[in-house]
C-alpha cells in the first residue's frame, strides 16, 4: 500500500506509489510525458514499469535514456532539446541520485523554463531568497530579494562552518577543476550562468 505525504506538493512512497503516476498525470492535464532513463533502467525492465502504466492509461510519452553514469553538460543539453523536439509537457525521471536521469532532468528544468519565462532568473532568486527563510520577499524590488538570496546563501555558509579560503586550491589545478564544474549535470541549475573563466576566477576567490 502507498503512503501520501503533503509537503510544497503530493508524494507517494512505499509500494504501489507507482500506480499514482498515470492519475497524476491526467489531473494534471499531461498528454505528453517525458520519460528520463538510462540504457541498464531499460535494459533490466524497470523503465517499463512506468511505460507500461503510461500505455495502459494512454498517455504519450518519449523516452530519453542517452544518459551516462555521471552524466555531462552535453546530457542536459541534448535532453533539452529531445524534450522540445517530442513536444512533450511533463517529465517522469527513473533514478534516485544527482549523477542519474533524476539529476539529468533537473539540471533541464531551468533552461526550459528560462525559453518560456524570460523572467525565470530574477524569480529564481526570489526562490532562493525564500526557500532561506528571508521575510517579505513578495514585496521587494529584483535588486532587493537577489540581494537576500545572496547574502542568505553566505550566512549559511558561515553558520554552517563553510571555509572561506581552501589552502589545497592551486592556480595549477584550476583548469582541470573549472572544466569539470562546467561539465557538472547540475550546473544549468544554477540561477546565473557561468563560463569556465567564471569558475576559475570563482576558485581564485577561495585560495588564500
Known sequence: MSNRIILNNVSYHGKGAIKEIPAIAKTKGFAHVFVCS??????FGVTAKVTDLLDEAGIAYTIYSGIKPNPTIE???DGVEAFKACG???IITIGAHYDTP???ACAMMLPLVMEYNQDCT???YREIARAMGVAGVDEMTQEEYRKAAVDAVKQL???VGIPEKNEKVREEDLDVLAADAYADACRPGNPRDTSVEDLKALYRKIMP
Open 122 to 124: 530574477g524569480e529564481k
Open 102 to 104: 533524476h539529476g539529468v
Open 88 to 90: 512533450a509537457d511533463s
Open 75 to 77: 546530457n542536459v543539453r
Open 38 to 43: 538510462d540504457p541498464d533502467l531499460i535494459q
Open 157 to 159: 555558509s558561515a553558520d
